[in-house]
């Protein structure tokens, strides 16, 4: 359904992405952001299905400056292996390739972002730091909490599994207070990874009511 094509950032830096366009014209941009895991199967899979929900949607490759097309799957080795690129992460560097996604995508109408893991935690830096953004979806972003003081400048929504186990509750806490501006959802019966259909903490439900609190939060705030 999609395409790989590069993106400059701000700094000239070139970096690949992937985009899926709807079969009529775009009713917005989604700015997707990968996990650990690169721009993989489940990433691309997620790009697909903005698409279908009439969205144009963009995947900047995050890890690109460091390794070029990395992508993984979700065994422990994978997942050991992915861990060392967010080691110390250039969040100053994600921004500007994540601004070149948007950049991407302004042409077609309102843009959002939408990420999930690491990404979660971008989609919340994006709504805090760029401009240029209609909305932003966060899925478990377990770096958020350390920049909940930043304010977002467009309408936010987070979600977070209840039994995450690399995202304690008492996080999500600080988020709510210091964060009432945030629209957050907790799901009792979910773990870190839960909206991704292959990996283990995959839960079926709580993905499904989350897509669509998604799709109903991105429809409400990108309006033409």
């Known amino acids: 359904?999609?395409?790989?094509?590069?993106?400059?950032?701000?700094?000239?830096?070139?970096?690949?992405?992937?985009?899926?366009d709807p079969a009529g014209t775009p009713k917005g941009g989604i700015v997707v952001i990968?996990?650990?895991?690169?721009?993989?199967?489940?990433?691309?899979?997620?790009?697909?299905?903005?698409a279908k929900e009439g969205?144009?949607?963009v995947a900047p490759a995050l890890f690109?400056?460091?390794?070029?097309?990395?992508?993984s799957g979700y065994t422990p080795p994978e997942i050991e292996k992915a861990r060392t690129f967010v080691a110390k992460p250039d969040w100053d560097a994600m921004m500007r390739d994540?601004?070149?996604?948007?950049?991407e995508l302004s042409s077609v109408g309102?843009?959002?972002?939408?990420?999930?893991?690491?990404?979660?935690?971008?989609?919340?830096?994006?709504a805090t730091r760029l401009s240029g953004l209609s909305a932003a979806v966060g899925y478990y972003g377990g770096r958020i909490a350390a920049f909940a003081d930043e304010k977002p400048k467009c309408p936010t929504q987070l979600h977070f599994g209840d039994k995450d186990a690399s995202i304690p509750m008492t996080d999500v806490e600080i988020i709510k207070q210091k964060r009432p501006d945030v629209?957050?959802?907790?799901?009792?019966?979910?773990?870190?990874?839960?909206?991704?259909?292959?990996?283990g903490s995959f839960h079926k439900d709580s993905r499904d009511v989350a897509w669509k609190?998604?799709?109903?939060?991105?429809?409400?705030?990108?309006?033409?």
Do not use: W
Request: hydrophobic residues 40%; contains cysteine; positive net charge.
């Open 98 to 103: 994540t601004e070149a996604a948007v950049k």
């Open 110 to 126: 309102p843009v959002g972002i939408v990420g999930f893991c690491m990404g979660g935690t971008i989609a919340f830096l994006g």
């Open 1 to 20: 359904m999609g395409k790989q094509f590069t993106l400059s950032a701000s700094d000239a830096f070139k970096l690949g992405a992937y985009r899926a």
């Open 55 to 57: 969205y144009a949607a």
């Open 183 to 199: 629209e957050i959802f907790v799901y009792k019966d979910a773990g870190h990874g839960f909206h991704c259909d292959e990996r």
């Open 34 to 50: 990968q996990e650990i895991f690169g721009v993989n199967q489940h990433i691309r899979k997620v790009c697909d299905d903005f």
């Open 64 to 71: 690109d400056r460091t390794q070029k097309d990395f992508q």
């Open 213 to 224: 609190r998604t799709t109903d939060f991105l429809a409400k705030h990108m309006k033409k």
